[in-house]
């Protein structure tokens, strides 16, 4: 779903009402909670641009297209295995095996493989096919898969789901390191290094994306975190067979980027 706030021309004052106005970005609309999260981001947006147009005594426009797609929640429903990933003419075609996500999916949907989201090109016999670009190899750890690779999967939200994880749009900011990974008493402790432009992103108790799992933050530090595994989502994620040097996708949380922009 997407929320596009905007405004009108100069002859309309910054007291006047202004419109917000949603659209898929899916076929499947998203549940009430999601819209106001949407209306409250959008909201304050506005009223942080109005302040800087009456700052600067602006006569033109001050509003741009302001869209917020939040299409999964970091709940994997189940581990893909990868068949092939192979270069085509028009794109780089990734093939992998599923089972539960296929129940009403359609060609042109959307599913999020490890965190990254990918549109259905073909669906037959319990096989799926997406195009992937040059772009999304680079950029992701997509590219490192091979036959049998094991990769999270979620389909997109529908009106009557459920959101069990955080926002997530699906949008890869970067892959990361795997620094440590060890089992300490019934748990698992993991840490991630990653780029050091994204520590404005990451707080204590906050929420971040490792390869589509939505998972908290339990402790922050210079462009790294730690976060706590239970047994339960090692065995129904792939996050059970990475170990030190593994490279995961990771999509930092929504809420912390529109709260960074809104300080500027």
């Known amino acids: 779903m997407g929320a596009t706030l905007s405004g009108e021309g100069p002859n309309h004052l910054p007291n006047k009402e202004k419109q917000l106005h949603f659209t898929d970005c899916s076929r499947s609309a998203q549940p009430e909670n999601v819209k106001e999260f949407l209306y409250v981001t959008a909201a304050g947006l ?32 189940e ?25 009403g999916l359609r060609l042109g949907d959307s599913v999020a493989v490890n965190g990254c989201c990918l549109t259905v090109a073909k669906k037959a016999r319990g096989v799926l096919e997406f195009d992937l670009l040059e772009e ?75 390869d589509g799992v939505s998972l908290t933050l339990a402790e922050v530090g210079a462009a790294s975190f ?20 593994s490279r995961v996708n990771l999509e930092f949380d929504l809420l912390a980027k529109y709260a960074e922009r809104m300080k500027k």
Not at 64 to 77: D, K, L, Q
Not at 164 to 175: E, P, S
Not at 236 to 242: A, H, K
């Open 46 to 77: 506005l009223v942080k641009s109005l302040k800087q147009a009456e700052g600067r005594n602006l006569i033109a426009p001050v509003f741009r297209p302001v869209t917020i797609c939040v299409m999964f929640t970091g709940i994997v429903e």
């Open 79 to 103: 581990t893909g295995e990868v068949l092939s990933l192979a270069e085509h003419k028009a794109a780089w075609r990734l093939r992998l095996r599923a089972r539960t996500i296929l129940r």
């Open 136 to 210: 999304t190899l680079r950029r992701t750890n997509l590219g490192e898969v091979v036959q049998g690779s094991p990769v999270n999967l979620e389909r997109s939200v529908a009106r009557d789901g459920r959101f069990g994880g955080h926002f997530v749009t699906g949008h890869i900011d970067c892959v990361g390191d795997v620094k440590i990974f060890k089992r300490v008493g019934k748990n698992y402790y993991l840490r991630v290094s990653f780029p050091k432009k994204f520590d404005k992103y990451v707080a204590e108790k906050g929420s971040i994306t490792i």
């Open 226 to 245: 730690v976060v706590w595994l239970i047994p339960h989502t090692l065995k129904i994620t792939n996050l059970g067979v990475i170990k030190s040097g």
